[in-house]
């Protein structure tokens, strides 16, 4: 891997080598982490432990759109809750689960750093804030 040459440690690459991995895969198999681990020349543990503490890392299969939903206490305070139970209704899913036609998965994040906007989602790489029932319908139609 090119970019383990880049740092002092290879260890230091594990990061991007799971956002390469993931980038053409879609997510990390417990494969994947054996095999980056071998090649960084660290456990599986310890590359399982970055994975699984990077939220937009995904250890299992995900849909074409992953919805982030900002579980905060500010997104809390301002509705979060309400946003969700929407969505999860529209959609047909709970946290960590995928549409049957494998459009959108849904996850909580715990910050998404917007706190005067709340509540805030993101789809994808989009960031959305000030949240309504109205306006989830007008984005969430743009994803396919």
């Known amino acids: ?19 390469i991995v993931q980038h053409h895969r879609g997510w990390v198999s417990d494969d994947s982490v054996k095999d980056i681990a071998q090649l960084l020349e660290i456990s ?13 890392i995904y250890r299992k299969p995900v849909g074409r759109n992953v919805i982030l939903i900002c579980d905060s206490i500010s997104c809390m305070i301002m509705g979060y809750e ?6 999860s209704l529209k959609l047909g899913i ?9 459009r ?14 709340a509540p805030a989602m993101m789809v994808n790489n989009d960031h959305y804030n000030k949240l309504t029932f109205e306006k989830i319908d007008e ?6």
Do not use: W
């Open 82 to 87: 309400s946003m969700y139970e929407y969505i």
């Open 104 to 117: 959108f998965t849904l996850l909580p994040n715990s910050c998404l750093g917007d706190c005067d906007h």
């Open 44 to 56: 599986n543990e310890d590359v399982d432990g970055v994975a699984t503490f990077y939220s937009r």
């Open 1 to 19: 891997m090119e970019e383990a040459g880049q740092y002092p440690y290879p260890a230091v690459a594990c990061i991007d080598a799971l956002k």
């Open 139 to 144: 984005l969430l139609s743009n994803y396919k």
């Open 94 to 102: 709970h946290f960590g689960e995928t549409t049957n036609d494998g």
